[in-house]
């Protein structure tokens, strides 16, 4: 390896991720460089100044793998190749050497609870004989039932993306487990030689100069033993798998030896995608004594817009309170022990200033602006998903064929056989539906958003002629610079690192307030999430004479307007 790929390594003290800030790149959208309508490798380098100028201190980059892109890159084919549809290996290694160049460390998603079932370990598996069969979950037809028949699945196991979640495999006779697109075959971690695979891997990676790792699904590769049936909900012919499936009883130890194996004094950054995962858990995974993860994500706070027990199309409002208590739940139940990694969106998500906020003309800016205030104050890691950080909305797609997202699509022709009017369905995709994340960043004004010069994958978002990041970047009041504000209050201010958390008003319906308190200094963040003008209430600390280090608005102060947030630096705690 190059100097250039490998400096970095000398450049992570101790616990240096928890004053850094996080910007996700899903490579296919954010910008192509060859006109063939896909977003690439030495398209994202080409905007490393603008992510400098930004101010984050991490790339993490979805999934560049081999892959037949059935699941948009996590199908991972070839786990040491970089996808002709993104670039080289080369052109990687020139974008790890820049973003270091820059002071920015680059973090590669990992996706190793399941392979593509083109990956040479799984056709090696289909032979019954093969020494590798063992590598992934292959099962006989139920007992009684005839192999490849409706019924005859070894479990009633639903796939994360509809249908069942085993695929029979006529010329060996048997089924094989995929929580997600039967083109994705899940692992078998109890297998020892599985794992030394993957730590074999991490680390080749880790030599080419990576940072850290996002772990996709991590808390799924331990499975309960026995592969039982869930309990059958009625009128659907499958049940969700991941009760049966997440948080297994070897999930800690697993990784433990990961970090023994490949963590252990390098000073990565590590954060494990968990859903289902309760504060304690990730009390427990996030606990450095444990020597597991530096941090999870977690799927609480954006499952509260969904009917409890549904599915996420089944959408229901969100009251402020409800919002609030459960992000003081993680703060509260992780502190002084464990870390929170703070986000609203990424690319499995819709977009935030759509979904917990106001995107209209009037409120937009103001509720993106907010928006990252808020979390960017909360204590963790923020993650800026790319787009947000000049308040790019939802697309709204009208039609079916607009769509690309494999779970959307599926669950798409899935409601309708069920008897769901399509106009009803089509109302939760705009809302929820994966491609909200995925349409192309809208760089500037001309064809395209200035994404690409061909024709893009994924139909840009209209409204890029006056969302884009040009113009933010030329706007000194922009959502854009009032990121840049924060993530340099998080550098400066260890009180924003290191405060404990404090929420105020917790019952209010408009207003979110807290404080964080460090060495001496009181934060205090308000904020009216609405569209309507709140009264500050007289409950909130005094702030006379205190510092107004960020704000939404010039006057700040009096009653809150829409969308208004401030940020102020109380001089004493109490």
């Known amino acids: 390896m190059t100097a250039d790929l490998v400096q970095s390594e000398s450049s992570r003290p101790d616990n240096w991720w928890k004053s850094s800030v996080v910007y996700q790149i899903y490579p296919r959208s954010f910008a192509d460089s060859n006109g063939d309508g896909m977003g690439d490798i030495p398209g994202i380098t080409t905007k490393l100044d603008y992510l400098a100028e930004l101010g984050v201190d991490v790339i993490w980059l979805s999934p560049v793998y081999r892959s037949p892109q059935d699941d948009n890159g996590y199908d991972i084919s070839d786990y040491r190749d970089v996808d002709p549809t993104f670039g080289t290996l080369q052109d990687l290694d020139a974008l790890i050497a820049g973003a270091h160049q820059r002071g920015m460390k680059l973090v590669m998603d990992l996706v190793v609870n399941h392979t593509s079932d083109e990956h040479a370990w799984f056709i090696e598996s289909r032979r019954k004989e093969s020494p590798k069969r063992d590598w992934y ?19 009633n196991w639903e796939s994360a993306f509809s249908g069942s979640a085993w695929e029979y495999d006529e010329p060996s006779g048997e089924y094989f487990l995929h929580l997600f697109s039967r083109k994705q075959p899940d692992l078998n971690w109890e297998n020892p030689e599985v794992r030394a695979a993957v730590y074999e891997m991490m680390n080749w990676w880790v030599d080419r100069g990576v940072d850290g790792f996002r772990m996709d699904v991590i808390n799924l590769i331990s499975k309960r033993p026995g592969l039982e049936d ?28 990961m970090h023994q194996e490949v963590l252990a004094g390098q000073n990565l950054i590590t954060v494990g995608e968990m859903p289902g995962a309760t504060v304690e858990l990730a009390r427990q995974v996030t606990d450095p004594a444990r020597q597991e993860l530096n941090m999870v994500f977690t799927f609480e706070h954006v499952s509260l817009d969904q009917v409890e027990g549904g599915a996420k199309w089944d959408l229901q409002d969100l009251p402020l309170p409800v919002l609030k208590a459960n992000l003081n739940g993680w703060q509260t139940g992780l502190a002084e022990v464990g870390w929170n990694s703070l986000y609203w969106n990424n690319h499995d998500q819709p977009r935030a200033v759509s979904r ?13 602006k907010t928006l990252g205030t808020v979390l960017h104050m909360h204590k963790g890691t923020p993650y800026v998903y790319q787009g947000e950080e000049f308040g790019m909305t939802n697309s709204y797609f009208t039609e079916i064929g607009h769509y690309q997202d494999l779970e959307s699509v599926n669950h798409y022709k899935s409601a309708l056989s069920l008897g769901q009017l399509a106009e009803d369905v089509l109302l939760s995709l705009s809302v929820k539906s994966r491609d909200n994340a995925r349409t192309p960043v809208q760089w500037d004004d001309s064809h395209q958003a200035g994404f690409t010069q061909g024709i893009p994958w994924l139909t840009v978002n209209p409204n890029y002629v006056t969302v884009n990041a040009a113009s933010a970047v030329a706007d000194p009041d922009s ?29 209010h319906e408009q207003i979110f307030a807290f404080t964080r308190t460090w060495d001496g200094q009181v934060l205090l963040v308000v904020a009216n999430m609405s569209s309507e003008p709140a009264d500050s209430p007289d409950a909130l600390p005094n702030v006379a004479g205190a510092e107004l280090l960020i704000s939404t608005h010039a006057a700040a102060s009096g009653p809150l307007q829409p969308w208004e947030s401030r940020v102020l630096l109380l001089s004493e705690a109490g």
Not at 139 to 148: K, T
Not at 230 to 251: D, T
């Open 230 to 257: 869930e309990p059958p909900i009625p009128g659907r012919p499958y049940a969700p798998a991941f009760g049966a499936v997440a948080n297994g009883p070897r999930l800690h130890e697993f990784l433990n030896e």
């Open 356 to 368: 917990f906020g106001d995107d209209s003309a009037e409120h937009r800016v103001n509720s993106a």
């Open 479 to 507: 959502v854009f610079h009032h990121y840049k504000k924060l993530i340099k209050l998080r550098r400066d201010l260890p009180v924003v690192v290191e405060g404990h958390y404090e929420l105020l008003l917790p019952e």
């Open 137 to 155: 979950w292959w099962r006989p037809a139920r007992p009684g039932h005839e192999p490849g028949t409706t019924g005859a699945e070894p479990t």
